[in-house]
């Protein structure tokens, strides 16, 4: 069965620090890959999505970016991390082919102090 | 521009109470409608998948629904441990993105 890992749980950094998250699926090949982020009360927005290694897109222009260096692998970073990034990262999977829901990580605390 | 709204955006039932949730969606092509539901702290658990009006899917109490505009999350008789936010989300027509786009949920709270 498929499963997908992501870390670290909770995270806390200091404003201007750098940021990587990393996200990994097991028991597929050639998933798509997402990064959302969830502020408090609301809904999940889609930062940025992939449909094969090194191909990345982009939904909303910010102080993140995202690489895709092995088929299972999907990595959130940031160079400098702003107060305005904290909030909660969920990762998560759909089969490349076909139309089917998406399977969430367990998500990330982020909080920039 | 493709969008899923949710109402009400907190409820509170008595067990035993029966509810339903709303989730309307306007997105160009609908190619599939979800429920997902979140607990605190934790990532979605997909419920359903829904892809044609008309279509229905169960799971214990709760039992999907889905209109040309419209899905409703249906709970009869809940339980205390059905209390998390449900989400709802629609994938459109396109080339490829094949991303969900989401509604900011309901907050379901289940009183003893």
């Known amino acids: 069965s498929q499963t997908i890992h992501q870390w670290p749980a909770t995270l806390v950094q200091p404003v201007g620090s750098p940021l990587s998250l990393e996200c990994t699926v097991e028991?597929?090949?050639?998933?798509?890959l997402y990064w959302y982020r969830q502020a408090a009360g609301r809904g999940l927005q889609l930062l940025f999505y992939?449909?094969?290694?090194?191909?990345i897109s982009s939904e909303v222009p910010q102080n993140l970016s995202a690489s895709r260096p092995q088929d299972r692998q999907f990595i959130l970073s940031s160079k400098k991390l702003l107060l305005s990034d904290s909030g909660f990262y969920l990762c998560?999977?759909?089969?490349?082919?076909?139309?089917?829901?998406?399977?969430f990580g367990q998500g990330t605390r982020l909080t920039v102090v | 521009e493709d969008q899923v709204t949710q109402s009400p955006e907190a409820l509170r039932l008595q067990e035993g109470e029966s509810s339903s949730l709303n989730c309307s969606y306007t997105?160009?092509?609908?190619?599939?409608l979800f429920w997902y539901r979140q607990d605190p702290g934790k990532g979605p658990e997909f419920l359903f998948t829904?892809?044609?009006a008309g279509e229905e899917k169960e799971k214990e109490r709760l039992k999907a629904t889905l209109t040309k505009k419209e899905s409703f999350l249906h709970i009869t008789a809940p339980k205390p441990e059905d209390s998390a936010t449900y989400l709802c989300a629609a994938r459109a027509l396109d080339t490829g993105r094949r991303a969900l786009t989401f509604g900011s949920g309901t907050r379901l709270q289940v009183q003893p």
């Open positions: 028991g597929t090949s050639n998933p798509n």
């Open positions: 829904l892809y044609s």
């Open positions: 998560a999977w759909s089969p490349g082919t076909g139309n089917t829901e998406a399977f």
């Open positions: 997105v160009s092509g609908l190619r599939g």
């Open positions: 992939s449909v094969g290694i090194g191909q």
